[in-house]
């Protein structure tokens, strides 16, 4: 079992930035390629970015390409998710996910966290 725990939304102005932050415990963490996903109001949940157990392959929706950073830090049980040049259309409650399969982790991943609201004010 892996617990999430995300942290780092709040509000900000269009054209800022921001950290997303998750906290995982439980089984090894370094073991589990690592995801971002979030869910706008009325939409369905979408992949944002992920990155693979070792850091070294990362993955991004194109809705965020060149906008954002996902990275990790195995010592610290720690993913994190940098976003800049937020767009209110970036506004939604972001989930952090954890899978032993990089792939799945872009889809389907087995755990997910409770989420963070960010809103991006225009």
């Known amino acids: 079992q892996v617990q999430l725990v995300e942290s780092g939304g709040g509000l900000v102005q269009a054209g800022g930035s921001l950290r997303l932050s998750c906290a995982a415990s439980g089984r090894t963490f370094s073991g589990y390629a690592m995801g971002w996903f979030r869910q706008a109001p009325r939409k369905e949940r979408e992949f944002v970015a992920a990155i693979s157990w070792s850091g070294d392959n990362t993955y991004y929706a194109d809705s965020v390409k060149g906008r954002s950073t996902i990275s990790r830090d195995n010592a610290k049980n720690m993913v994190y998710l940098q976003m800049s040049s937020l767009k209110p259309e970036d506004t939604a409650v972001y989930y952090c996910?954890?899978?032993?399969?990089?792939?799945?982790?872009?889809?389907?991943?087995?755990?997910w966290g409770q989420g963070t609201q960010v809103t991006v004010s225009s």
């Open positions: 996910a954890a899978d032993r399969s990089t792939a799945d982790v872009t889809t389907r991943p087995d755990y």
